[in-house]
T-cell receptor
Framework: TQLLEQSPQFLSIQEGENLTVYCNSS?????LQWYRQEPGEGPVLLVT?????EVKKLKRLTFQFGDARKDSSLHITAAQPGDTGLYLC???????????????FGKGTMLLVSP | DAGVIQSPRHEVTEMGQEVTLRCKPI?????LFWYRQTMMRGLELLIY????????DSGMPEDRFSAKMPNASFSTLKIQPSEPRDSAVYFC???????????FGDGTRLSIL
């Protein structure tokens, strides 16, 4: 059973366009993280959100955690070819300050930004 | 600073052979994670160590898979005997403390023929 569903699975856009990708679940998470993964490399953390309704911005990227802490979105403004990659969301299981804390990952959205 | 180091980067072997994947976590990190990534199933947690002790191995597919962490600077994931369905990219990640982010290595791409 896939706890986190990401959509769309694949997105191909032109440079300068805006886009939003989604991460949805029926489960409540203690935190939610977004990663970007490039070919031949491991995922790299972009952001962690922990509070329902929280919004974080990282340059042209805006991340939002749903009020109920079950879903999240990533919005990219004026996409650039350097944004190309696999975007993964991951829900935190176990309290952030507990002795047990792991992540469950969605399958990702593959983004291709063409010049 | 050196990140998480995995070896080998690529492994191609015939089914039935033993495969050993290696990981050196970031110095000072006390948690280590092994993941497997495939197109069909995405990134799945196999096993999680804290202070060299296995905490959760519920993601290990079957008895053919085993993982060890003999000390704070080294871990292995072993598959014996290997099967074609084990073909995937295997990632190791480490973390300093519970509330800190995981840092991933660049993975081992494993192909079982």
């Amino acid at each position: 059973t896939q706890l986190l569903e990401q959509s769309p699975q694949f997105l191909s856009i032109q440079e300068g366009e805006n886009l939003t990708v989604y991460c949805n679940s029926s489960s409540v998470f203690s935190s939610l993280q977004w990663y970007r993964q490039e070919p031949g490399e491991g995922p790299v953390l972009l952001v962690t959100v922990v509070t329902g309704g929280e919004v974080k911005k990282l340059k042209r990227l805006t991340f939002q955690f749903g009020d109920a802490r079950k879903d999240s979105s990533l919005h990219i403004t004026a996409a650039q070819p350097g944004d190309t990659g696999l975007y993964l969301c991951a829900g935190g299981l176990g309290g952030m300050n507990s002795g047990y804390s792991t992540l469950t990952f969605g399958k990702g959205t593959m983004l291709l930004v063409s010049p | 600073d050196a990140g998480v180091i995995q070896s080998p980067r690529h492994e191609v072997t015939e089914m039935g052979q033993e495969v050993t994947l290696r990981c050196k976590p970031i110095s000072g990190h006390n948690s280590l994670f092994w993941y497997r990534q495939t197109m069909m199933r995405g990134l799945e947690l196999l096993i999680y160590f804290n202070n060299n002790v296995p905490i959760d191995d519920s993601g290990m597919p079957e008895d053919r898979f085993s993982a060890k962490m003999p000390n704070a600077s080294f871990s292995t994931l072993k598959i014996q005997p290997s099967e074609p369905r084990d073909s995937a990219v295997y990632f190791c990640a480490s973390r300093a403390q519970t509330a800190q982010p995981q840092h991933f290595g660049d993975g081992t791409r494993l192909s079982i023929l």
